[in-house]
């Protein structure tokens, strides 16, 4: 894979980003976010604004994917969706999102037509959320104009799937229930001032509506988020009482000043009974207009069903959770970091790349119980003399409490799992993980884990003195999970993490 340049800023700005965690993403460049919750994650899809401006245009080749469980500490997932995945495609991975239905997840995309430059609307399927995903139908969904850009899809409890999308005026289709055909006509929706709100300054554009829909219900209320006019753009919302309209005007959701873009995308979800509005910024270094960045704030709807103005922090959420880590961690999951970069390989996956001198990642919440930690491991993969890890709390420069030594392993991609001692890790913690020795490209980190003081489990006692088939099953914590299970099934339908079956400790990959 081709290293791309990494970003480099001065000590000053390290020092005032540390207790920063929005933008969420800072390995890429990571515009109009579509967030989605599928069992007890929250998945957010985004475009991808290169690192290197083609002809000052947006410059967006793929597509890419997060998730979190906490709502601070977020995982790269990858890039399992590109323009060159359609035939029909030249270009333009634009705005786009992805809904899960019969156990298949369908992305809808915005991607300009093969020689020409007019923008389209895709479809792809995956039986996975990450992916891969395919074109099932080889050819655009919808190809109607030049305003063709920015689905937003929903599914309604009756069953029913809507599309909406659109730049400057606002469309809609009913799917069918195959997720990739639709039956009638494509509808435009009456762009009126008491459904959109009058805009001012631009006579071409009666009502604030500009563009990236999206679309969502809550409880009997239909809700219409969008990118608002004049630029630069704020966010507004409409809402109705039925899938289609009529649509009322409510109002701004977010102000369109200091975002650091002419442009912004959002989304909204709920997830661990909280709401959270999804948004782009051009607030990384180096960002701008055609290098913009997902964010995320906390916020919760008014008792009328309206939503209420939000402000852009640097802050963002508070933790949903904690973060176990007695479990595998993958070095691509960061509450922020910075200097560094993600990439892959067939036969590695994703791991952390472009590893320099005080570098660091961090992440939030995370709960190293009372008993503490004993050990930290890391899978790092190096072709030069290597750095090392230090692992420090709360801040860049907290308290040590281990550093991880990173000698030669034989190659870029040449695995091996280091050991080291831990002291002083109890209780809940912002954990940094610094990177220290010389050059660029140290190393790589693919996972990492700590090893629990278990004083409080006698694991000789967890295998049964009458029949030795039979264990139980605790956690790194020492929680009992199964008394008196076979040894043989003692793992069966566990999550991935690190388990004791007796007195033998197991490792439950990602599956």
Not at 96 to 112: D, E, L, S
Not at 287 to 300: D, L, P, Q
Not at 483 to 511: P, S
């Amino acid at each position: 894979m081709n290293r791309i340049d990494r970003i480099w800023m001065p000590l000053a700005a390290l020092a005032a980003v540390a207790t920063a965690d929005n933008p969420i993403v800072q390995t890429y460049y990571t515009p109009d976010p579509a967030p989605m919750v599928w069992n007890d994650t929250v998945f957010v899809y985004t475009g991808h604004d290169e690192d290197v401006t083609v002809d000052n245009f947006f410059t967006m080749s793929n597509w890419r994917v997060y998730s979190s469980t906490d709502m601070v500490n977020w995982t790269d997932r990858g890039s399992p969706l590109s323009y060159k995945t359609f035939s029909w495609s030249g270009g333009k991975a634009w705005a786009a999102q992805c809904i899960p239905r019969n156990g298949k997840f369908y992305w809808y995309v915005t991607a300009g037509l093969s020689g020409g430059s007019q923008p389209s609307i895709g479809v792809a399927v995956s039986d996975n959320p990450t992916g891969p995903f395919k074109d099932p139908i080889n050819k655009p969904l919808v190809k109607n104009s030049w305003d063709d850009i920015d689905p937003t899809v929903f599914i309604d409890t009756d069953g029913q799937a809507y599309l909406y999308w659109g730049n400057p005026k606002l469309y809609y289709v009913k799917l069918n229930s195959d997720m990739v055909s639709y039956t009638g006509g494509i509808q435009q929706v009456p762009m009126t001032t008491a459904s959109f709100g009058v805009r001012t300054g631009d006579a071409a554009r009666a009502t604030t509506y500009e563009e990236g829909p999206w679309f969502f219900k809550r409880k009997s209320l239909y809700y219409m988020g969008y990118a608002a006019g004049p630029l630069p753009e704020p966010m507004g919302y409409s809402t109705s009482t039925g899938p289609t309209g009529p649509w009322t005007y409510r109002g701004q959701i977010m102000s369109g000043a200091n975002t650091g873009s002419f442009t912004n995308h959002s989304g909204i979800v709920e997830f661990k009974n909280k709401a959270y509005f999804f948004y782009h910024t051009g607030k990384l270094p180096g960002g701008g207009g055609y290098k913009r960045s997902t964010a995320v704030e906390e916020f919760s709807f008014n008792a009328d069903g309206t939503i209420p103005t939000i402000a852009m922090t640097t802050k963002g959420p508070n933790p949903a959770d904690s973060l176990d880590p007695y479990r595998r961690v993958e070095g691509e999951t960061m509450a922020f970091s910075s200097g560094l970069k993600t990439q892959a390989t067939s036969q590695s996956g994703l791991y952390v790349s472009s590893i320099g001198n005080n570098d660091y990642i961090k992440l939030r919440s995370v709960d190293f119980n009372p008993t503490g930690a004993k050990s930290f491991s890391a899978s790092v993969a190096t072709g030069t003399a290597g750095g090392s890890i230090e692992l420090r709390l709360d801040t860049q420069t907290g308290k040590l409490i281990g550093t991880l030594p990173v000698a030669g392993t034989g190659g870029a991609t040449t695995w091996k799992t280091l050991t080291t001692s831990v002291t002083g890790a109890t209780g809940v913690h912002d954990l940094f993980l610094v990177f220290k020795g010389s050059g660029t490209d140290m190393f790589n980190l693919d996972h990492w884990s700590f090893e629990p003081v278990v004083s409080s489990l006698d694991i000789g006692a967890g295998r049964s003195v009458s029949d030795p088939r039979r264990v139980d099953v605790h956690d790194m914590r020492g929680n009992l999970l199964r008394k008196g299970v076979d040894r043989e099934t003692a793992l069966d339908g566990l999550g991935q993490g690190v388990y004791f079956a007796g007195h033998e400790k197991a490792f439950v990959a990602e599956r």
